[in-house]
């Protein structure tokens, strides 16, 4: 039973590239989101989705892009990167809309 | 505007010691208030939650206090020890189709002295 599983841990990338965050969970859980955790400002939301196919904005949802195509998983793409994208990634799940799972963070480094 | 504010943002304390952290809300809409801890490189773990129909809830060393009238709420950690060293934070959340938004507070780096 692994979780919430997200990849990779760590990422460095150049202004301007492209790249996806994988998230993916084997609890069969209907909710998924996505943060951003900065020093001295808590976790924000980005995106969420209430399940397969239905996909919504949170607090800082620009520069970034979500599907669902599955239960299982939930990408988060970034479009063109910028030095202020430059944070930790949390992707959490819930089977209901209180107690979320969070996995383990991607750390992300824009140069 | 910030939805959840969270005090202080730093805290040590002695072990055996009792550590308390405290969050406002600003929406009467929120009605479930989690709270979270995080160690050094892992994702945030659900802690103990409350909903405003009641007014304490403990979970082993774990309290949670709300003042409904004064939206507060606070976490307590009875007997702290070295090993709940660690950041705390604070959320809440509204009912019906809101609910799967989380706002959490800023965060609380708790550290327990030996």
């Known amino acids: 039973n692994a979780g919430v599983t997200q990849t990779p841990k760590f990422q460095v990338l150049k202004t301007g590239q492209s790249m996806t965050l994988q998230c993916a969970q084997d609890?069969?859980?209907?909710?998924m989101s996505w943060y951003r955790q900065d020093p001295g400002m808590g976790l924000r939301l980005i995106h969420y989705?209430?399940?397969?196919?239905?996909?919504d904005q949170g607090e800082v949802p620009n520069g970034y892009n979500v599907s669902r195509s599955t239960t299982e998983d939930f990408p988060l793409r970034l479009l063109s990167a910028a030095p202020s994208q430059t944070s930790v990634y949390f992707c959490?799940?819930?089977?209901?809309?209180?107690?979320?799972?969070f996995g383990s963070g991607t750390r992300l480094t824009v140069v | 505007q910030q939805q959840v504010k969270q005090s202080p943002q730093s805290l040590i304390v002695q072990k055996g010691g009792i550590p308390i952290i405290n969050c406002a809300y600003e929406?009467?809409?929120?009605?479930?208030f989690p709270w979270y801890q995080q160690f050094p490189g892992k994702g945030p773990a659900l802690l103990i939650a409350?909903?405003?129909?009641?007014s304490e809830k403990k979970e082993g060393r774990f309290t949670i206090s709300f003042n409904k009238s004064a939206k507060q709420f606070s976490l307590h950690i009875m007997d702290s020890q070295p090993g709940d060293s660690a950041t705390y934070f604070c959320?809440?959340?509204?009912?019906?189709?809101?609910?799967?938004?989380?706002?959490f507070g800023k965060g609380t780096k708790l550290s327990v002295i030996p």
């Open positions: 959320a809440a959340s509204k009912g019906g189709a809101g609910s799967y938004q989380l706002t």
């Open positions: 959490a799940s819930s089977a209901r809309a209180y107690g979320y799972t």
């Open positions: 929406n009467t809409a929120f009605d479930y």
């Open positions: 609890m069969n859980h209907e909710y």
């Open positions: 989705s209430v399940g397969a196919g239905i996909t």
């Open positions: 409350i909903r405003p129909d009641v």
